[in-house]
């Protein structure tokens, strides 16, 4: 599990660190603050590889640009490893001061565009030994469906299309453990995802596709399937692959497979209707339980997400202890700031939006957000302009909901105001 990481010359601040909690950790903010980068970096400092492009030195950093991190160790008792890297400007790299740390954990990374990549301690180890392999998987969303052809020292990936097929037709342990993660990631109990019947596409097509039995009775084509069907889909099939890939190779090296895996995901909820949203971090967190059948596998959640749905769904559950919510902010010298958002219950999804995570004053349109401003101020006056409270009035029945809670304080005052009746006139 990754503890810690700590930033200098490198990333949206001149220095900037963070320690994780050992179970969920959000990743809030406005857009273009860092989020994304930052689950490079703890990638990066989980794997020693980059899962996009190489996280390069601020232009401005008046000090070597330097990276450390520190993780948990897989053996009870023994002290966490230290990652410690600068960045060399002569050779355009960045460069360990230390020997390589031991990786410990299976780590998981579903990026923002749909791909996912996948890393394996077992694999990563046999590379420290000298073994020309590739220690991470890099696949895109189309890779994940249709497959990537074979390379040197890379593991061989058949896509979901194929391997759903096969393991269907098998009807095995492959199958029925997609099966339990399928059902562990569905929106919601009455919306289980499951398997339909295969089938052909086309005739240019001669595979016999995996399709999704829909609640209306008609079984869709995973690739004719929504985008969020896909990606969650795509989610499934990679966590099974990657957790049949890891036992294979423990027994080919003679060890015991690990037991604790680090999921990180960046904007889940993409593509995901409301209910979904509400369901899908907890689904997460449950997920290798729902894929082993036993509770002794540790997950560590690291999670950018821009949706109140997540954070309201977490309430019941949520331990400072063990779970944290970061945010990116500004100051007032325009820099970018990383702090540890202190929890509490709010109830709903509308108050996470006014809340300072997401800045909303109102969680309403923007011009229901102006006539309530204005409105406001008129209530603060001592003598407000009979003209601007009419104005006012016309704004707010034309963006304001019936129901709104405002109306009660705003239709007693303005009629006091222009010296109306209980009945308006």
């Known amino acids: 599990m990754l503890i810690e990481l700590h930033m200098k010359g490198v990333g949206p601040a001149e220095e900037m660190g963070i320690a994780f909690k050992p179970r969920m950790n959000f990743i809030t903010g406005d857009n273009g603050l860092g989020k994304s980068f930052l689950l490079d970096v703890a990638w990066w400092a989980l794997t020693g590889t980059w899962a996009r492009d190489m996280a390069r030195p601020r232009s401005d950093a008046a000090l070597q640009p330097r990276i450390d991190g520190r993780r948990s160790s897989t053996a009870a008792g023994d002290a966490p490893s230290e990652v410690q890297v600068v960045f060399e400007r002569a050779l355009q790299a960045w460069v360990y001061e230390k020997r390589p740390p031991t990786y410990a954990d299976i780590v998981v990374y579903a990026r923002a565009d749909g791909g996912i990549s996948i890393a394996d301690p077992f694999r990563l180890y046999l590379i420290s030994a000298g073994k020309n392999l590739e220690g991470v998987s890099h ?217 300072r995570i997401f800045g909303l004053y109102e969680t309403g349109s923007p011009r229901a957000q102006e006539a309530l401003k204005t409105a406001r101020r008129l209530l603060l006056e001592e003598r407000p302009d009979p003209q601007a409270i009419e104005t006012a009035d016309k704004a707010l029945r034309q963006t304001l909901g019936g129901t709104d809670p405002f109306w009660m304080r705003w239709s007693y005052w303005r009629d006091q105001q222009l010296g109306r009746g209980e009945d308006g006139t």
Request: contains cysteine; aromatic residues 6%.
């Open 139 to 355: 696949f895109t969303a189309e890779e994940l469906l249709e497959g990537r052809a074979p390379r040197e020292g890379a593991p061989r990936l058949e896509g979901l299309i194929r391997d759903w097929a096969s393991w269907q037709r098998e009807k095995g342990e492959a199958y029925t453990q997609l099966c339990r993660v399928l059902e562990q990631l569905s929106p919601d109990p009455d919306h289980v995802l499951r398997p339909g019947e295969l089938k052909r596409v086309s005739i240019e097509d001669s595979r016999h596709h995996p399709t999704l039995a829909m609640p209306y009775g008609v079984d869709v084509p995973l690739i004719h399937a929504s985008a969020a069907m896909r990606r969650i889909a795509s989610l499934a099939y990679a966590l099974v692959w990657a957790w049949r890939e890891h036992h294979e190779a423990a027994q080919l090296v003679a060890a015991e497979p690990l037991r604790s895996i680090v999921l990180l995901t960046d904007e889940i909820e993409s593509h995901l209707h409301p209910q979904w949203q509400r369901r899908i971090v907890p689904a997460l967190l449950g997920v290798m339980n729902a894929l082993t059948k036993t509770a002794d596998v540790a997950v560590q959640l690291i999670t950018v997400t821009h949706s109140p749905l997540v954070l309201a769904s977490v309430e019941p559950d949520f331990d400072a202890v063990r779970d944290a919510i970061w945010l990116f902010d500004l100051n007032d010298e325009s820099k970018v700031t990383l702090e540890e958002f202190p929890f509490t219950r709010r109830g709903g999804a509308d108050d996470w939006l006014t809340s």
